[in-house]
C-alpha cells in the first residue's frame, strides 16, 4: 500500500539550529516525492521535489530508496520557516495524484 | 502564475444544510481535486477530476460528491452537511500534459458544521 508517514507532529528548534523533518514512504514503483509548506494564512505551496535536487530557501532533501525516506533538511533554521510541512508522494502516470503525510509543525524561536 | 480560487474561505452551515464549495482555475489544467485537511491526519484526498464530467472517487468519499460542467471549475457538494465534516477543504489544480506531478492549491475554505 501506498503511504507517508511524517514521526513527528511537531519539531521545536532555536534560531540557527540545524532542522531535520523526517519522511518515510512505501511505494513498490518508481516514487516522486515533495515537500509541501504552510506559512501563517496563506496557501499550500510547494517547496521542494527530488527530482529538482535543487535547493529552495536553504532546505534539501535526498531521496533514500533504500531508507526509503525523503527527509528534509537546513543547517541553520530561520524564524521565517516556521510553518507546516508535508511530505508527499506522487505515483506514475503523471496524475497527479498525491498523498500527504500526516505533517509537521516546525517552529522556530528566537 | 498558476491561479487557483476557492470564492469561499470561510463558511458557517447547520447540519443537515446542503453545502456547495466553489474552486476555478485559471490555467486550462485537466486534473483537478479535493482535499480535505485535519490536524494530525493531514490531507486526505476526496474527489478527483481529470476531465469535465470525470470524477474518481479519493480515500474518504463518503458524504460528498463533486461536480464538473466546465473545465475550469470544480465543485464539491456535501448533501447534508454534519458535525464530522467541520474542516478545511483544499482544491488543487494540476496539467496533465506536464511531466511530474506537481499541483497547485486554492487558499482553503474553512467550513463549521454547527
Known amino acids: 500500500a501506498q503511504r507517508v508517514t511524517q514521526p513527528e507532529k511537531l519539531l521545536s528548534v532555536f534560531k540557527g539550529a540545524p532542522v531535520e523533518l523526517k519522511c518515510n514512504y512505501s511505494?513498490?514503483?518508481?516514487?516522486?516525492l515533495f515537500w509541501y509548506v504552510q506559512y501563517s494564512r496563506q496557501r499550500l505551496q510547494l517547496l521542494l521535489r527530488h527530482i529538482s535536487r535543487e535547493s529552495i530557501k536553504g532546505f534539501t532533501a535526498d531521496l533514500n530508496k533504500g531508507e526509503t525516506s525523503f527527509h528534509l533538511k537546513k543547517p541553520f533554521a530561520q524564524e521565517e520557516d516556521s510553518a507546516m510541512y508535508y511530505c508527499?508522494?506522487?505515483?506514475?502516470?503523471?496524475?497527479?495524484?498525491?498523498?500527504f503525510g500526516q505533517g509537521t509543525t516546525l517552529q522556530v524561536k528566537p | 502564475d498558476v491561479k487557483v480560487t476557492q470564492s469561499s474561505r470561510y463558511l458557517v452551515k447547520r447540519t443537515g444544510e446542503k453545502v456547495f464549495l466553489e474552486c476555478v482555475q485559471d490555467m486550462d489544467h485537466e486534473n483537478m481535486f479535493w482535499y480535505r485537511q485535519d490536524p494530525g491526519l493531514g490531507l486526505r484526498l476526496i474527489y478527483f477530476s481529470y476531465d469535465v464530467k470525470m470524477k474518481e472517487k479519493g480515500d474518504i468519499p463518503e458524504g460528498y460528491s463533486v461536480s464538473r460542467e466546465k473545465k475550469e471549475r470544480f465543485s464539491l457538494i456535501l448533501e447534508s452537511a454534519s458535525t464530522n465534516q467541520t474542516s478545511m477543504y483544499l482544491c488543487?489544480?494540476?496539467?496533465?500534459?506536464?511531466?511530474?506531478?506537481?499541483?497547485?492549491f486554492g487558499e482553503g475554505s474553512w467550513l463549521t458544521v454547527v
Open positions: 508527499a508522494l506522487g505515483g506514475s502516470g503523471n496524475t497527479g495524484k498525491l498523498i
Open positions: 511505494y513498490s514503483g518508481s516514487p516522486e
Open positions: 488543487a489544480s494540476h496539467p496533465a500534459k506536464s511531466s511530474g506531478n506537481t499541483i497547485y
